[in-house]
Each structure stands twice: as structure tokens, then as C-alpha cells.
């Protein structure tokens, strides 16, 4: 029986590789929603393939709420999946209304709209451990939040408004919390892309803090599988961390990225200061993602680096002509 999905944000890293896992089956009927174009072949995994089930759409979730609206009463989609976000941190100390109007506001707008659409079958949005700070231990679904940057406040804002319509109107929510994800086709600026292109071109790689914060890497697959998994047999209201046993410290990643490459790691980096807000850990259980959907990490830290450094290898005459840098679009 076919199934109709539409994914909002699918331009994002997370949202094009969910985007590709939907259509290894060929029963499920895809439309993706993006604020930009749809991005070079390089940075949409799901660009591999040519497939009669996927539509895409160019629509501004801050801008072009009635489009976006007519599209899914017309579609009908029983899924929907929101990865549309502001997601980079240090710029949000800058433009922090930006991420309020994009995480918040006009997510409540797009909300408030959908808990009267009875074709929907699971709402699943995609949150951040972020929004839970700095903390010592394994955190679980359950602990306070206690965001540190505008960028985590705003997402925290976003994530209680939609379970105040949990509450009071039954909306079918399913909210998901990954640690860092990584792989192939990751936007160039993010530390384990950029190490790697860093070590390729002879740049010496900056480590904020000295790399001591710890954070959980995981496989932008592994991700999504778990995100699949709570789509279909999640329970409507509850929150789902998907994470690794355990973080590393982002210094200790360079490392093994140094190693791979067979570079040495003491003249590839340098010490710079921290990031305002850096949250100095998080390590969040999965547990629970565990006992209800079924779910585990399968790549390991090691294959997914290396997959990722093939990549980049492979396609290293395009990639040299990308920035590097993240470039903030209002």
C-alpha cells in the first residue's frame, strides 16, 4: 500500500538522506520542501537515483506558509517529517530573532494549522539534545531543559508549543533528538568534512577549547533509520533520543580522522578559544528508542569516518571550488 510522505527541509543534510532511505522502498510516495533549490548532486545523496516517487518543491516555510499549505492539503501526506530549522549555533548570538521566527514562530504557525488536518497520521519533528545544555551523565527523554545558546532557546520554544497541542488537541507528535550526525555529503564546514578537506590542502585545523568538548557522533544513516522507525511504530506524544553508547571529545575525532589519513595529528591543529554558549558535554540514553522501536546504531565511529574521507576523495575536484565557510541566508 503506498505511502505518502512529505519531508520539509528535505535540502538539509539529515532531510536528504531520510529523503533517500523513503525511497528504497518503492512504496513510498515522497514530496520534499526546501526554502532553496535543490542543492548540487554532491550534497543530496538521494540525487544517485532517479525515481517517479519523489517531487520536489522550492517553498519558504517563514514566507510561503499558504503554498506550503496547499501542497499538503493537495498531497495529503499521513507523514509528515519537519527538519526545516536555523541550526548553526555561534550565528544565532548574532540574528537571534531569525531563529525564534524560523524555530518557533513560524513553526507554531505551520502547527497550529495542522492539528485540524485529519489525513495526518504522525507529525515527526526533529529537535536537538541541545536543548537540554550542558549536563554530567547520560540524559534521557525525561530531564529539564536548559538551553545555552539562542539557537537551543529557540528550539526548546518550538519543541514546547508543539506539545501544548499534544495535550490539548491529540496532535499526532512524535519528536526526535539525534547527537551530532556525520557522513558523506555533510555540508563542508562542519569539523569532520572540514578536517579532512583541512589535512587534504595542507591547513592547519582549529580546534575551539582544544577540542575538549565531548560530543556523540553518529551516522547520518543510522539517524535516519531510527527516524523511520519512530515514523512508522513510534507512540504519538513521545520524545526519542537516537545517540551512540558514548561521546568522544571533538579533539580525539581529529585524531582519528589524523590517523586515517595517516597525518600527524599535534602539527594538523591548533587551539583557539571556545565558542560563546559551547555546552562543555551531552551524552544523551537511547534506551528508550532501543525497548520501543527496535532500534541500534550499526555503523562504527571508525567505517563512517572512512566512508566520509572516501567521498570527499572521490569527489575532490568539485569540492575545492565549494566555501567552506557557513553562509548565513536570512
Known sequence: MLRKILVIGSNSFSGSD?????????ENHVVGCSRSPEKKRIFLVYKRRSSPNFDFFQVDLNKDLSELI???????????????????VH?????????????????????????SRRY??????????????????????????????????????????????????????????????????????????????????GRTIQLH?????????????????????????????????????KGDAVKDIVKRICELMDKDFAKSSTIVGERLGQDSAYVIDSTKAHKELGWSSEINLEDGLASTISWIETEWEQIQKEPLEYLHKA
Open 70 to 88: 496547499d501542497i499538503l492539503d493537495s498531497f495529503k501526506p499521513e507523514y509528515i517529517i519537519n527538519f526545516a530549522a536555523q541550526s548553526e
Open 209 to 245: 577549547g582544544g577540542g575538549a568538548a565531548i560530543k556523540s557522533y553518529i551516522h547520518i544513516r543510522d539517524v535516519s533509520r531510527g527516524e523511520m522507525l519512530a515514523m512508522l511504530e513510534g507512540k504519538p506524544g513521545e520524545i526519542y533520543h537516537l545517540s551512540p553508547e
Open 120 to 201: 495526518l497520521k504522525r507529525y515527526v519533528h526533529i529537535s536537538t539534545p541541545e536543548v537540554y545544555g550542558s549536563c554530567k551523565g547520560m540524559v534521557t527523554e525525561t530531564a529539564p531543559l536548559n538551553p545555552s545558546t539562542p539557537y537551543a532557546a529557540s528550539k526548546a520554544a518550538g519543541d514546547l508549543f508543539l506539545f501544548t497541542l499534544v495535550k490539548n488537541f491529540d496532535f499526532p507528535l512524535i519528536l526526535i533528538r539525534a547527537t551530532n550526525v556525520y557522513g558523506a555529503h555533510q555540508q563542508l564546514f562542519k569539523i569532520i568534512p572540514r578536517s579532512v578537506i583541512y589535512l587534504k590542502s
Open 91 to 115: 550565528p544565532s548570538w548574532e540574528n537571534p530573532g531569525q531563529w525564534f521566527q524560523t524555530n518557533a514562530v513560524a513553526l507554531s504557525e505551520l502547527a497550529n494549522i495542522l492539528k
Open 18 to 26: 531520510f529523503v533517500d532511505l523513503l525511497l528504497d522502498d518503492p
